[in-house]
């Protein structure tokens, strides 16, 4: 086994009891590498560090305070604001990641200048410089 | 939500019984029943901070407006332990999003516990130890703060994120590891 099996072995052997043949192998590389000893005492070492952390709680009063809202909310519909959030969440980020696609395509197509590029407006021609209707389009 | 007198619940299915049908003593032992845990979970995810509440408060109303479709395949801690974890992955991806836009990255590295300056102050090996699991990516984290500050076991973990055991001993020895790295420049005595 070489040696980067036996640490996954070292490190597994904290959560899940070993094969009787894994163990044996274990046992052995243990008895002769110094480094894989101190592999074993460190990762050891580090979970209890992590375990010791000191568990957080909520703030006094978190029942009441959490029965005050259930209370409130129970049998209120959900205000407007939030089922408009809801309905239109997906779509308005949709239409944000379009938005951002057609800004980059028009800057990377476009040769005219930024603004124009990111308005996705063309580049006048000398048709359309002479085109009478056009005035009234741009006004 | 129908008002009740403290009562005893030994068994959770009429807990969740109850709670179907809106008594609120139900609500009240389901929330002491579990908040220690969500507590724990939340803040091995985030770290310590005043949001811990807020996450808390929003995991009961998700449990409390999803009592209904609970089928009851899990226990009721693993679906709370769930919403947490969910919760504060939302928290993390909001946290990296507000990170990317407004660089306030830049300023959590002033805090950045490879400043050799704040060692003096974070000198406690836990809080550099805490400080350290939430650097990990967060599926990573997910399952170390499960396994090891949950204290849940590798079968118990692998319900709750809905991923094979195997998966779970894999991502324990990868969040160790890059953990053990983490932690290399501290030279920390374990002993």
């Keep these: 086994m070489i040696k980067k099996e036996i640490e996954q072995l070292i490190y597994e052997s904290f959560d899940r009891s070993l094969s009787q043949k894994e163990g044996l192998i274990l046992r052995e590389a243990l008895r002769s590498s110094k480094e894989l000893r101190t592999l074993q005492k460190q990762i050891g070492a580090i979970r209890r560090t992590v375990s010791e952390i000191p568990k957080s709680e909520f703030k006094p009063f978190f029942e009441t305070r959490m029965m005050g809202i259930l209370k409130n909310r129970s049998g209120q519909p959900a205000g407007i604001a939030e089922l408009i959030t809801l309905s239109f969440s997906r779509v308005a980020i949709a239409a944000s990641i379009v938005l951002v696609i057609l800004t980059t395509y028009n800057i990377q197509m476009g040769t005219s200048g930024l603004k124009n590029n990111l308005l996705g407006y063309s580049k006048p021609n000398i048709e359309n410089a002479f085109d009478p209707t056009l005035q009234f389009i741009q006004k | ?191």
Excluded: W
């Design chain 2, 1 to 191: 939500m129908s008002n009740a007198t403290t009562k005893y619940y030994p068994d959770e299915t009429e807990l969740l019984e109850c709670c179907r049908n809106g008594e609120q003593s139900a609500f009240t032992e389901i929330v002491r029943r579990y908040k220690s845990r969500v507590a724990s979970t939340i803040s091995g995810m985030l770290g310590k901070g005043d949001y811990i509440d807020d996450i808390g408060q929003e995991v009961f109303i998700r449990f409390f407006n999803g009592v209904n479709t609970f089928r009851g395949e899990s226990s009721v801690g693993t679906y709370i332990t769930r919403i947490a974890i969910n919760l504060s992955l939302n928290e993390i991806k909001r946290r990296n999003i507000r990170r990317f836009l407004s660089f306030d990255g830049m300023l959590e590295e002033g805090h950045d516990i490879k400043d050799e300056s704040s060692l003096h102050i974070i000198n406690e090996k836990c809080e550099i130890v805490q400080k350290s699991i939430q650097k990990l990516n967060a599926k990573y984290r997910t399952v170390l703060v499960l396994r090891l500050i949950d204290d849940y076991s590798t079968e118990e973990t692998a319900k709750i994120l809905d991923i094979p055991v195997g998966t779970v001993l894999s991502r324990l020895s990868r969040a160790q590891k890059m953990l053990k790295e983490i932690l290399e420049p501290y030279k920390l005595n374990y002993d």
